[in-house]
């Protein structure tokens, strides 16, 4: 059984027995914590919905009654040299195939045509802080190369010695014992819980929450799955999202460029989760929780309570707590005889990653103010004539100032508005250029879109006295500092 992870000391939340590990005075256990969901995989992405609607509050009972749904596996059975345990709760999320759950009709209609693999395409470590304020999310590539550990394969039941394969090949060998060995051992990050779900229960996780906003600045299209996505701002249902999580024949970057759509589509259903009401609704969190735990797979250690901890201790989560990267990668194309071409990683900036969730740190720095926030037109390519709409002296010459410094190509020359009375900001557009209307208006937070045919291609800004602030945006994928993190708040839609 895994150690369970530690906690800050606090009455408020059950106590468990402390497993003291080598060498450390033993510290009370802490909640299990939640975190979201999306395929980082797809089926990851599912398994963090289930933790983050523990949150709704809905009842011991109601939360036995879920997991007994859920299907039990043994991870840790035996396991011996474990890495030593950290501080906070670290979670090995692993998406596996499933698709001969799927009907005939959405195979073909989503392209999930051949057998089933029966290996993981997806791998992350889920980290939550100690203090339950921040979620970190690391994928690790399934070609990434690794040793695998000495173990029993369990289809032939023949004994192998450690040999070099790529991150996936562990599941298939092995099972989920042996994907946690090959992870702590590739990473000396202690695993807490494991947790294990498929493409049935993401589609139907997505169907459930009433489909999932994402926005793209230029068309997605893949041939193999058959994304067909123009640019800008989409709800996905479930079959959708399944292709926008899958598809990696988009550009050149391949299983790298899907994690980072996985990533910016996790953001985006804990965004979904957390601002909809669907934690306050018993109904609906019924509904969704059935959809998600029926193809989950978890480990004997996280049930009921863990489930209700973990969503007390992270009720007030949203995207701008989380944090996601990827390992860094080192050497691109790296060939083994008998394997295949793999991803190798930097040693020394993986080991620099591993060791901040080892000792809890934040991937990257906190931000007071919020990094931008990703629109589908870049403010460089929009023009804006600014009126102060109220009578306060110099809120238009203040309101242009502010878009300009943002990268908005403003005039520069701001005119009082013919009427002085205007409460709520106003963004007034041409309907042809609504894409760029919507950009402008999540930069001024809580402003009203006004259609003006025939307005052209200069978006109007009518200043109310609701202004406050404007708010950075962007167009590109804002990954930052050494690991190319990105927090859920830059990478979900406004």
């Excluded at 299983?255 to 018993?282: C, H, Y």
């Excluded at 080892?358 to 990094?371: K, N």
């Amino acid at each position: 059984m895994p150690t369970p992870p530690r906690s800050p000391r606090s009455t408020a939340a059950p106590q468990r027995r402390p497993q003291p590990s080598p060498g450390r005075a033993p510290r009370r256990p802490a909640p299990p914590v939640r975190r979201r969901k999306p395929h980082w995989g797809m089926r990851a992405v599912t398994t963090l919905s289930v933790v983050v609607l523990a949150s709704a509050g809905i009842g011991h009972a109601v939360m036995t009654s879920l997991d007994a749904d859920i299907t039990r596996v043994d991870p840790f059975k035996d396991m011996k040299n474990r890495p030593q345990a950290g501080h906070g709760m670290n979670v090995l999320l692993v998406g596996t195939d499933g698709r001969e759950k799927i009907s005939k009709e959405e195979r073909r209609k989503y392209r999930l045509g051949g057998a089933p693999c029966h290996c993981t395409d997806t791998i992350m470590i889920v980290h939550i802080s100690e203090d339950r304020k921040r979620a970190s999310v690391v994928s690790l590539p399934r070609d990434s190369y690794a040793v695998m550990p000495a173990h029993v394969d369990r289809t032939t039941g023949k004994r192998h010695g450690g040999h070099p394969v790529k991150l996936n090949a562990a599941y298939a060998e092995g099972g989920p014992q042996l994907t946690v060995r090959t992870v702590e051992s590739m990473t000396k990050v202690k695993i807490d819980h494991y947790l294990e779900v498929d493409f049935t229960s993401f589609m139907r996780t997505v169907d459930v929450v009433g489909g999932v906003q994402i926005c793209t600045a230029a068309p997605l299209k893949d041939s193999y799955t058959g994304l067909n996505l123009p640019a800008g701002r989409h709800t996905l249902a479930g079959g959708q999202a399944l292709q926008y999580v899958r598809a990696r024949h988009i550009d050149g970057a391949s299983d790298l460029g899907r994690m980072k759509r996985q990533q910016r589509f996790m953001a985006a259903l804990v965004e979904r989760i957390t601002s909809s009401g669907i934690l306050l609704n018993p109904m609906k969190f019924r509904d969704v929780t059935r959809a998600v735990l029926g193809s989950v797979r978890a480990d004997k250690g996280f049930g009921t309570d863990e489930m209700l901890d973990l969503g007390r201790a992270m009720r007030n989560f949203s995207p701008s707590s989380s944090e996601f990267t990827t390992v860094p990668i080192g050497r691109m194309g790296y060939a083994v005889k008998g394997v295949g071409s793999m991803l190798k990683w930097d040693p020394v900036k993986a080991e620099r990653l591993f060791h901040a969730l080892r000792e809890d740190q934040p991937l990257s720095a906190h931000r007071s103010r919020g990094a931008a926030r990703i629109v589908s037109v870049a403010p460089q390519q929009i023009r804006v004539r600014v009126e102060n709409g109220t009578r306060t002296p110099g809120l238009g010459r203040r309101v242009d100032a502010a878009l300009a410094s943002t990268g908005f190509r403003t005039t520069r020359a701001p005119v009082n508005a013919a009427a002085r009375d205007v409460k709520r900001t106003v963004v007034a557009y041409d309907p042809r250029w609504d894409r760029s209307a919507k950009s402008l208006a999540t930069a001024l937070p809580g402003s009203e879109l006004r259609p003006v045919k025939g307005l052209g291609a200069t978006l109007k800004v009518i200043a109310g006295t609701d202004f406050e602030r404007v708010r950075k945006v962007r167009a590109e994928d804002p990954g930052q500092g050494e690991f190319g993190v990105v927090r859920g708040d830059e990478v979900a839609c406004s």
